[in-house]
T-cell receptor
Framework: KNQVEQSPQSLIILEGKNCTLQ??????????LRWYKQDTGRGPVSLTI?????NTKSNGRYTATLDADTKQSSLHITASQLSDSASYIC??????????????FGAGTTVTVRA | GAGVSQSPRYKVAKRGQDVALRCDPI?????LFWYQQALGQGPEFLTY????????KSGLPSDRFFAERPEGSVSTLKIQRTQQEDSAVYLC?????????????FGPGTRLTVL
């Protein structure tokens, strides 16, 4: 049933290193894709949003890519900081009259940055 | 504060008890959403309000779950006769209007534990 799959489930990286998170989706027709960051005990916060025609979007050290043909997205974190430790959730919305408010969430990738 | 607030942040209930979870959306936001987030999973849609109208309650898992937003601002999610499987974080989100172009802003959630 889950239309958004993320990998890896979790990863540990050293401070200052880069990492890339993956998201595959089957949601169709596609409206947009967001990456959210969820700190422990907090609600998710949007990092980037991409529509069908966009294939890359940056927000500081976060860069998201989208391949709408293969239905894949990635989130790249550059020069990681301890504050990047969080769960990163891929969220896809379905295009359609009257119900495009519905979001499909991935299970998230838990990133732990160590000093 | 300008964000979405939820109360209580933590709730422990004995099996069979009724609970009420409150959400204060961002002022002026027309749309309000409730989600259920199980441990290690992404949020799952429960219900959607546009002003005081509950337009979609397809995600409510049983008739023990009831949500209301009588004046189009504050919302309450009520769970009757709680069961252990109801244990989860309940997230509330609001947006200016309901379509996917508008970012949903999430509250910190209420962690419900049913013993």
């Amino acid at each position: 049933k889950n239309q958004v799959e993320q990998s890896p489930q979790s990863l540990i990286i050293l401070e200052g290193k880069n990492c890339t998170l993956q998201c595959n989706y089957t949601v169709s027709p596609f409206s947009n894709l967001r990456w959210y960051k969820q700190d422990t005990g907090r609600g998710p916060v949007s990092l980037t949003i991409m529509t069908f025609s966009e294939n890359t979007k940056s927000n500081g050290r976060y860069t998201a890519t989208l391949d709408a043909d293969t239905k894949q997205s990635s989130l790249h974190i550059t020069a990681s900081q301890l504050s990047d430790s969080a769960s990163y959730i891929c969220v896809v919305s379905e295009k359609g009259w009257g119900y495009d408010y519905k979001l499909s969430f991935g299970a998230g990738t838990t990133v732990t940055v160590r000093a | 504060g300008a964000g979405v607030s939820q109360s209580p942040r933590y709730k422990v209930a004995k099996r069979g008890q009724d609970v009420a979870l409150r959400c204060d959306p961002i002022s002026g936001h027309v749309s309000l959403f409730w989600y259920q987030q199980a441990l290690g999973q992404g949020p799952e849609f429960l219900t959607y309000f546009q002003n005081e109208a509950q337009l979609d309650k397809s995600g409510l898992p049983s008739d023990r779950f009831f949500a209301e937003r009588p004046e189009g601002s504050v919302s309450t999610l009520k769970i009757q006769r709680t069961q252990q499987e109801d244990s989860a974080v309940y997230l509330c989100a609001s947006s200016l209007i309901g379509n996917s172009d508008n970012e949903q802003f999430f509250g910190p959630g209420t962690r419900l534990t049913v013993l």
